[in-house]
């Protein structure tokens, strides 16, 4: 598989290239648009139990779709549902990734996405307390809100992160979560004021927008309610 990005950073979308027969993983809801004869066949990926994990608590997909080219190769358009930009991790089969929800978009048929238990930390954090776990070798596809920043961590030092501005991080990174200010315990309904201390080394990649703070702008503006 090849990735192709166009209209980044603003309105990324990516064009998964495939060689005859070839499969790939790609999060449902996220197909843009194929080339024709591409096949797709929907699986609760991982087991039943794990996608409803994904789907009830992570907030993702129950399903994940599995595009197939035919015999003469094909492609797949794959786009977020946030403005923003797209990141391509290369996995090398030793090193995997952890993705916060939303952020995972496809992946190439040898990584394998699974459900990952994010800890409290994430849950109180207000993303989910499941995580998208990628490993294996081959390229995924990661996307963010806004503009991306990759963080990249020498061993020993440290970093701050504000929880709704995670998009993904290594295996090797440590993190821990924390109030940034005493006292206020709505923060761990709403995760504000709640934030993120990794540990190097590796990579935090992170988004410069908020979807968090959106929601809320939106709800503050009454455009959030259902009509």
């Known amino acids: 598989m090849q990735v192709r990005t166009r209209h980044t950073p603003s309105y990324g979308v990516a064009r998964l290239v495939l060689a ?38 992570g907030g993702e997909s129950f399903h994940v779709s599995t595009f197939t080219a035919p015999q003469q190769g094909g492609w797949v358009d794959v786009a977020p549902q946030l403005p923003g ?34 800890g409290f930390r994430s849950l109180f954090g207000g993303e989910g307390g499941f995580l998208t776990h ?57 995760g504000e004021g709640l934030v993120f201390d990794f540990a190097g080394p590796g990579q935090v990649l992170t988004q410069t927008r908020n979807p968090r703070a959106l929601v809320s702008w939106l709800k503050a503006n009454g455009l959030g309610a259902q009509r």
């Open 20 to 57: 005859p027969a070839e499969p790939v993983l790609v999060e449902s809801g996220s197909m843009l648009a194929t080339s024709y004869g591409v096949t797709v066949e929907a699986r609760a990926q991982g087991g039943v139990l794990k996608s409803l994990a994904r789907a009830a608590l």
């Open 85 to 118: 930009d797209l990141n391509v991790l290369e996995l090398d089969g030793r090193v995997g990734w952890c993705a916060t929800k939303g952020n995972w978009l496809a992946a190439a048929s040898t990584v394998r996405p699974d459900t990952q238990w994010g």
């Open 134 to 190: 990628l490993s294996g070798q081959g390229s995924a596809i990661v996307s963010c809100y806004g503009a991306l920043d990759v963080v990249t961590l020498q061993p020993g030092e440290y970093v701050t992160i504000d929880t709704g501005h995670v998009v993904a991080y290594a295996d090797t990174v440590q993190s821990r979560l924390r109030q940034l200010h005493q006292g206020a315990a709505q923060s761990l309904k709403s």
